[in-house]
């Protein structure tokens, strides 16, 4: 994940392509080229007897630059960011600011894909760039100021966290601004998966997690709250707000339709004095 910030300085989280997925798209994108250019090689074979050198010399020049120039240019400002080889990986080009690309960028990418990234270095400076960078950029990426990110996120079939009626007074005094979306994000994986764990890994993870929601949440949970409770509590009520500002209709959630994040012969993890969760023993 990473957090862009759009020119409203609102931070963005995206999931960043990485350098496997990324040689996939190139790949493909390259097999496509070399059909194309076995293509207008043979194009320019039924030609060539007939031209005169200067004129041979020109077509070449102009069939390389179309094909490793134009077609790449061309492709990524009419689909906002694909290529073949992307749209197949299920990757897109963006802006820094998590906005779709115009000619520009995909000019600059496509200028220094030949005379950096892929055709004069034959892909090292590509590789080495994009080992040394934070987010993954290959040096078109860095000059174009644009982002490879991954556009297919798997999609979860898990309930949202339920809010136990008895909590939602205190759930709606909760300051949630400091909450990123990373760890709701983590929060809310955990209590999906916390049947698939083991009691012990399941108790571990959800007392570290509720301690770190906690130390950024006001005010403390409860007395005796369970860390599981006190993670769907939060994520519940969070997930009311966005619903709201929004415009939407407030979530229904009837607690029936959620199975307990943790079975009940789960160890209990006592809460501690200061607000926290502390470890079973």
Not at 57 to 86: C, D, Y
Not at 186 to 192: K, N, Q, Y
Not at 196 to 218: G, H, I, K, W
């Amino acid at each position: 994940m990473s957090d862009l910030v759009t020119g409203e300085a609102v931070p963005l989280e995206l999931r960043l392509a990485k350098l496997p997925s990324r040689a996939l798209a190139l790949l493909l994108d390259a097999l496509i080229l070399a059909v194309t250019g076995l293509a207008l090689l043979l194009v320019f074979a039924q030609v060539a007897s007939a031209i005169d050198e200067a004129l041979a010399t020109a077509l070449i020049i102009g069939g390389t630059v179309f094909l490793l120039v134009v077609i790449p240019t061309t492709i990524e400002t009419l689909t906002r960011g694909k290529s073949v080889g992307k749209a197949a990986a299920g990757l897109r080009v963006v802006r820094d600011d998590g906005g779709p690309i115009r000619f520009r960028h995909a000019l600059v990418r496509a200028l220094a894909g030949v005379f950096a990234d892929f055709v004069l270095t034959l892909g090292v400076g590509a590789m080495v760039c994009s080992l040394l960078n934070s987010r993954d950029k290959r040096i078109g990426d860095v000059l174009a100021g644009t982002v490879v990110i991954r556009e297919r996120i798997p999609s979860t079939t898990a309930p949202p966290p339920v809010l136990d009626p008895r909590l939602a007074a205190w759930a709606a005094s909760l300051e949630l601004s400091r909450l990123p979306d990373r760890l709701a994000m983590a929060a809310r994986s955990l209590l999906a998966r916390a049947p698939q764990l083991a009691p012990e890994v399941r108790t571990r993870l959800a007392v570290d997690l509720a301690n770190e929601v906690s130390a950024l949440v006001s005010p403390p949970p409860p007395p005796g709250l369970q860390p599981w409770d006190y993670l769907a509590a939060v994520l519940a009520e969070r997930r009311r707000r966005d619903t709201l500002r929004y415009g939407g209709p407030p979530a229904q959630q009837p607690p029936q339709q959620q199975p307990p994040a943790a079975p009940p012969a789960q160890p209990p993890a006592p809460s501690r004095t200061d607000g926290g969760f502390a470890p079973p023993s």
